[in-house]
């Protein structure tokens, strides 16, 4: 994780989209399997359309699962959140939190979450660098942005045993 930090209330960051993890050949095996019965068993009910989603599906894991992440860029600044390209406005975030980890077994990841007003997935989680989460409370705060407690969804930590 990158940081750069300047004057005029801009911070800079970049991380990585997601984490990369290794997946083992038994992953990609235990992947194939359960494409290949569960497509032949909507094949023998005669659900060709949930056959042919679950081929497609286990294809698409298997390429998401080889693909290695990108680099994003993220900036706080005098307008807003950039993200990449795509500005979320002060005005469009809800609340805030900084997830940091303050006990000594560094359970917890540091994120930033995001509350947005968008109408489809609206909390953002945005991984941050311990050494940056005074500067985004500060930043957050002269944006009159409250801070309110987020935590990740049940999912992402179900996903994540399952090794997405």
Do not use: C
């Not at 680099?71 to 993200?83: A, D, P, R």
């Not at 560094?106 to 989460?133: D, G, Q, Y």
């Amino acid at each position: 994780m990158e940081v750069n930090e300047n004057s005029d209330q801009k911070l800079v960051w970049s991380a990585l989209e997601y984490e990369d993890k290794e997946r083992s050949q038994d992953w990609f095996w235990a992947l194939g399997i359960i494409v290949v019965t569960g497509s032949i068993a909507s094949i023998i009910f005669e659900n060709y359309f949930f056959a042919a989603l679950l081929i497609l599906a286990g294809v698409l894991l298997g390429f998401f699962a080889i693909k290695k992440p990108g680099l994003v860029t993220y900036e706080l600044n005098s307008k807003g959140l950039k993200i990449r390209d795509r500005l979320y406005p002060y005005e469009n975030i809800k609340s805030f939190w900084v997830q940091v980890d303050l006990s000594l077994e560094k359970k917890l990841k540091p994120i930033l979450f995001i509350h947005s007003e968008r109408a489809f997935m609206p909390i953002l989680s945005i991984p941050i660098n311990e050494t940056v989460a005074e500067d985004i409370h500060s930043i957050m705060f002269s944006q009159n942005i409250p801070e309110v407690e987020m935590k990740e969804h049940p999912s992402e930590k179900i996903m994540e045993v399952l090794g997405f």
